[in-house]
């Protein structure tokens, strides 16, 4: 038995991946059904439909940036399993609100007035529930699962991640806003009573700290508690980096497949579907290669190679764009488009590369600390990542706004790409040079910090 299918067994792992899996399916189950419900039934315009994706994916990120050093002070202080529960039951509430926008949407009452903004505000909500889940999925690892067990368990999350991901984008290009909007609901639901098997995580500290209920003073200190080891600063810096190429891309992904690539919004989930599946085994291939070891080894190679499938992923979209079908597409009659093969080969490319760049790095920021800490270094993390995530939201608005192509906007993921290989070379060296003090000739401690 693999170690993988192993804990696929446990208790002690199984109930949080299927929270996390029911987590992930009704996010997306929720954001894709409104954005293409906007996208394809509301707006006519690359322009403002461009804006509307660049608005959504930031109101989802920003409380990232916001609560995620409270979030991360909650993980470490009180019992995870607790908080799982409790968020999950918050979940109800919000996913109500986002139905009850997406049923005014379908009768067309107010939908701009009153659906689309009842509608950003459950994404929003969304987006805080995601916060304060963030750092438990990977802070309670190491805490119920063995060391060796700890990368398996890693990038099983991340892969069931983005199968539930799969999932809720497959079903919100497919089916009716309406029912979407039921799905949602009944999804919080059973998500809940799954997170209520859990097994306890209390708090490892032997000390219970004081929350710090200031948000930019507690985020600040967090960050400069986090960063001083060599290893965490350069796996959060270039997971950073990923994330943000990682949003433009997703932002882009249901404008370009409406007005560029000329299909229906199922084929703009077939893009989402086929980027997840790719990321899924990018995050499963990683781990054999590396054999359980945690290492960088492989990353600089991959964010590399992922960077030239955005590129090859540029061209297609150009020559596509020079031979547009005059009606929208399905999805049949997109595969059977020239070129149509090419394109799903790139974004396949593009995730696969992906999931094996970045699943070894969250793996880092858990096993490069105190187990007391974890929680807090992966909330450290979401903080930088949200940062750059908006600040990559914020750049594609800008270039819609200018009137940059679609197209021309991967360009802008791509050199993104060099930016993040260059941070995975960086960590790859420090995480030699923490192994070298490591070694028992070396007679010293493995905090490699700057000086």
């Given at each position: 038995m693999t170690t993988t299918t192993h804990l696929l067994n446990r208790r002690r792992?199984?109930?949080?991946?299927?929270?996390?899996?029911?987590?992930?399916?009704?996010?997306?189950l929720y954001k894709n059904a409104m954005v293409l419900f906007v996208v394809y039934q509301?707006?006519?315009?690359?322009?403002?439909?461009?804006t509307f994706a660049s608005v959504a994916s930031g109101l989802f990120i920003l409380p990232f940036f916001l609560l995620s050093a409270l979030a991360g002070q909650l993980a470490d202080m009180r019992d995870k399993a607790a908080i799982i529960r409790t968020v999950k039951a918050c979940e109800i509430i919000l996913m109500l609100i986002g139905a009850v926008g997406l049923y005014l949407a379908w009768t067309g009452f107010l939908v701009e007035e009153i659906a689309i903004p009842l509608m950003l505000l459950a994404l929003l909500l969304t987006g805080v529930q995601s916060t304060f889940l963030g750092p438990i999925k990977y802070a309670i690892l190491p805490q119920h699962l063995k060391k060796e067990e700890v990368l398996a368990g890693t990038g099983l999350v991340e892969a069931g991640t983005y199968i539930a991901i799969?999932?809720?984008?497959?079903?919100?290009?497919?089916?009716?806003?309406?029912?979407?909007?039921?799905?949602?609901?009944?999804?919080?639901?059973?998500?809940?009573?799954?997170?209520?098997?859990v097994p306890d995580a209390p708090p490892q500290g032997l000390i219970k700290e004081k929350l710090d209920w200031n948000i930019f003073r507690a985020s600040k200190n967090l960050i400069q508690e986090t960063m001083h080891n060599r290893e965490v600063f350069y796996a959060?810096?270039?997971?950073?980096?990923?994330?943000?190429?990682?949003?433009v891309l997703f932002i882009q992904f249901i404008p370009l497949a409406k007005n560029v690539i000329m299909a229906e919004?199922?084929?703009?989930s077939l893009f989402l579907v086929i980027f997840s599946v790719g990321v899924a085994i990018g995050s499963i291939s990683i781990n054999m290669l590396l054999k359980g070891k945690v290492s960088a080894k492989y990353s600089p190679v991959s964010v590399l190679a992922m960077g030239l499938f955005v590129v090859a992923f540029y061209f297609v979209t150009r020559l596509w764009a020079a031979d547009q079908p005059t009606e929208l597409l399905g999805v049949w009659e997109f595969?059977?488009?020239?070129?149509?093969?090419?394109?799903?080969?790139?974004?396949?490319g593009i995730a696969?590369?992906?999931?094996?760049?970045?699943v070894p790095l969250y793996a880092f920021l858990t096993t490069r600390v105190a187990p007391e800490q974890a929680a807090r270094t992966i909330a450290a993390n979401n903080i930088v990542n949200s940062g750059a995530m908006v600040a990559g939201s914020l750049a594609a608005m800008l270039l819609n706004v200018i009137g940059i192509s679609i197209p021309e906007q991967l360009l802008l993921s791509a050199g993104m790409c060099l930016i993040s290989?260059?941070?995975?070379?960086?960590?790859?060296?420090?995480?030699?040079?923490?192994?070298?003090?490591?070694?028992?000739?070396?007679?010293?401690?493995?905090?490699?910090s700057f000086n």
């Open positions: 792992f199984l109930p949080l991946f299927i929270t996390q899996l029911f987590n992930a399916f009704n996010d997306n509301v707006y006519n315009s690359p322009s403002s439909e461009g799969l999932a809720g984008t497959i079903l919100a290009g497919w089916i009716d806003v309406q029912y979407a909007m039921v799905a949602v609901v009944l999804t919080a639901i059973a998500g809940y009573f799954v997170s209520r098997q959060i810096m270039a997971i950073s980096f990923f994330w943000t190429i990682g949003a919004p199922a084929v703009a595969i059977a488009w020239p070129m149509a093969a090419f394109l799903l080969l790139c974004l396949l696969v590369a992906g999931g094996m760049f970045v290989a260059w941070l995975g070379h960086r960590l790859y060296k420090a995480e030699i040079a923490a192994a070298s003090k490591d070694s028992p000739t070396s007679g010293n401690q493995s905090e490699a």
